[in-house]
């Protein structure tokens, strides 16, 4: 398994539309074991496959705790069915916007229609953190990111603060 690079606002990259797999092969799920292990390496909840840079509508998560038993799940091709009218508040953050975090309202339960590890054809009431997670890291399979729901004036000044980190040559990257 291999630990791959997160791209990071501003990258063009991550404003791709990732494309469906047509089958779940060992190739997949190769990718998915590496943005898994990149995934825990970087302490992150979600990931999505553009954020390694590589545009497949590929997903995966963790929500267990750290002292707890690890329960990972994957989401290949993965389409949101039914979203709630009723919406939830969550910090978020993000993997590709680091160090920034903002309360963000969506749907508070949706249903996911997705193939799972094996390629065979699921579907997940989720409710709460999982339901906010799966529908951050669908957006970024549209090559959406989370401050794109936050004031103009929030955003740049937001990305202004990350071009000026990834322009620092005094930044050390681990
Ligand atoms: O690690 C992450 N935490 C998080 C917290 C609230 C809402 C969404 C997330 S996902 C994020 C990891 C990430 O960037 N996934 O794309
Ligand atoms: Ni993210």
Request: overall charge positive.
């Amino acid at each position: 398994m291999t630990i791959k690079t997160i791209l990071t606002e501003p990258n063009k990259i991550l404003r791709k539309i990732s494309e469906p797999v047509e089958k779940v092969g060992d190739e997949e799920r190769k990718l998915m074991k590496d943005m898994l292990e990149t995934m825990y390496s970087a302490r992150g909840i979600g990931l999505a496959a553009i954020q390694i840079g590589i545009p497949k509508r590929i997903i995966v998560m963790d929500l267990s705790k750290e002292d707890e038993k690890k329960e990972p799940r994957y989401f290949v091709n993965p389409i949101i069915k039914n979203k709630n009218e009723e919406l939830a508040t969550y910090e978020e953050g993000c993997l590709s916007v680091p160090g920034q975090f903002a309360e963000i309202q969506r749907p508070n339960k949706c249903e996911v229609e997705y193939l799972d590890y094996d390629g065979k054809k699921k579907i997940l009431h989720a409710t709460g953190l999982l339901a906010t997670c799966i529908q951050h890291e669908l957006d970024h399979c549209n090559g959406k990111l989370f401050i794109d729901y936050l004031s103009k004036l929030k955003k740049s000044i937001i990305i202004k603060k990350l071009s000026k980190q990834k322009n620092n040559p005094d930044r050390i990257v681990v």
